[in-house]
C-alpha cells in the first residue's frame, strides 16, 4: 500500500518558523513530484508547493513565496517543507500528495492524513 505520513505541525506563534516532513512508502520515490496542499476551515484546498522528481523543479504560491522552502531526500524517502515568518492566515491541514509535478490536487493521486498547522497572532 502506498502511504504518505505528514508530520510536524503544531502550534507556534506568528513570526515563527517550522519543518513539515512527508515520508512516503510503496511507490517508486524518485518517480514522483510531491506536492503540499492545505486547507483552511471553510476554504478550498490550495496547493502550497511541489517539488519534481528527478529534476527537483520547484512551484510555490504566491502567498507564500520566500517565506517557504521545498526540499526533498530521495535516500529517506522524504520531502520537507520548512515555512518560516509565519501568519496566522497560514493556520490550516496540511497535506502531502504524491503525483505528476503541478499546483494541481487533481494531478496528485496519493494523498497523506494531514497535519494541522495553527499560528496564533
Known amino acids: 500500500d502506498v502511504q504518505l505520513q505528514a508530520s510536524g505541525g503544531g502550534l507556534v506563534q506568528a513570526g515563527g518558523s517550522l519543518r513539515l516532513s512527508c515520508t512516503v512508502s510503496?511507490?517508486?520515490?524518485?518517480?514522483?513530484?510531491i506536492g503540499w496542499f492545505r486547507q483552511a476551515p471553510g476554504k478550498e484546498r490550495e496547493g502550497v508547493s511541489c517539488?519534481?522528481?528527478?529534476?527537483?523543479?520547484?512551484h510555490y504560491v504566491d502567498s507564500m513565496k520566500g517565506r517557504v522552502t521545498i526540499s526533498r531526500d530521495n535516500a529517506k524517502n522524504t520531502v520537507y517543507l520548512q515555512m518560516n515568518t509565519l501568519k496566522p492566515e497560514d493556520t490550516a491541514v496540511y497535506y502531502c500528495?504524491?503525483?505528476?509535478?503541478?499546483?494541481?490536487?487533481?494531478?496528485?493521486?496519493?494523498w497523506g492524513q494531514g497535519t494541522q498547522v495553527t499560528v496564533s497572532s
Open positions: 500528495a504524491a503525483g505528476t509535478l503541478s499546483d494541481g490536487d487533481r494531478s496528485y493521486p496519493y
Open positions: 510503496g511507490l517508486v520515490f524518485d518517480d514522483y513530484a
Open positions: 517539488i519534481g522528481s528527478p529534476s527537483s523543479k520547484t
